[in-house]
């Protein structure tokens, strides 16, 4: 199945600091690459959908100044948490899909876990 | 608009006894429905999906799942469980012929006792 590696894994940064983490479709052209953040046994919210080489589409409530989100090429995308502080705490999880035309399959990464300090 | 349901948030069974984690959709339109898991940690794995093929539908680890139209029902089973299937189950469905983004249930802890 299709691969997609997510970068770092765990990362600890103080309050103020800019956090980037990296979405890698390794096997594949990921058209389409979503990042959720996952709050501890709570289910999956989906941040913002990003599509190469255009802007990303940011959900309701997700501050776009704040998680900066750039897909520069089909195998790459990167979310940039600014200015981070104890509340961006969190669970990082990337995904991508193929296509439009395909069933909708999505491809996680093993997830980032963020702490703010 | 499409929504999913999963029933329970946390299912307990003993090892070797049937797993059954429920989900429900809402959808205006065939929907494609999956099931993922998560282990602590980690990102999500699919586990089976259906996309108006067979309407039942194996998967990995001896997971199964049963498309009901009538019931709008994706319940997902095990015949005998393993202590290594705990982990968080979500159910998604994706609007075919929509913006493909897909919607997740709010997710179901798998407790297996030994």
């Known amino acids: 199945g299709a691969v997609v590696s997510q970068h770092p894994s765990w990362v600890i940064c103080k309050s103020g600091t800019s956090v980037k983490i990296e979405c890698r479709s390794l096997?594949?052209?990921?058209?389409?690459m979503f990042w959720y953040r996952q709050f501890p046994k709570q289910s999956l919210m989906l941040m913002a959908t990003?599509?190469?080489?255009?802007?990303?589409?940011?959900e309701q409530g997700v501050e776009k100044d704040k998680f900066l989100i750039n897909h520069a090429s089909l195998t790459l995308s990167t979310l940039t948490v600014t200015s981070a502080h104890p509340e961006d705490s969190s669970f990082y999880i990337c995904s991508a899909t193929l296509s439009r035309a395909n069933t909708g399959e999505l491809f996680f990464g093993e997830g980032s876990r963020l702490t703010v300090l | 608009a499409q929504s999913v349901t999963q029933l329970g948030s946390h299912v307990s069974v003993s090892e070797g006894a049937l797993v059954l984690l429920r989900c429900n959709y809402s959808s205006s339109v065939p929907p494609y429905l999956f099931w993922y898991v998560q282990y602590p940690n980690q990102g999500l794995q699919l586990l089976l999906k259906?996309?108006?093929?067979?309407?039942l539908v194996k998967g990995i680890n001896g997971f199964e799942a049963e498309f009901k139209k009538s019931e709008t029902s994706f319940h997902l089973t095990k015949p005998s469980a393993h202590m290594s299937d705990a982990a968080e189950y979500f159910c998604a469905v994706i609007t075919s012929g929509g913006s493909y983004i897909p919607t997740f249930g709010r997710g179901t802890s798998l407790i297996v006792h030994p």
């Open positions: 990003s599509n190469e080489g255009s802007k990303a589409t940011y």
């Open positions: 259906y996309t108006s093929a067979a309407t």
């Open positions: 096997d594949f052209q990921a058209t389409t």
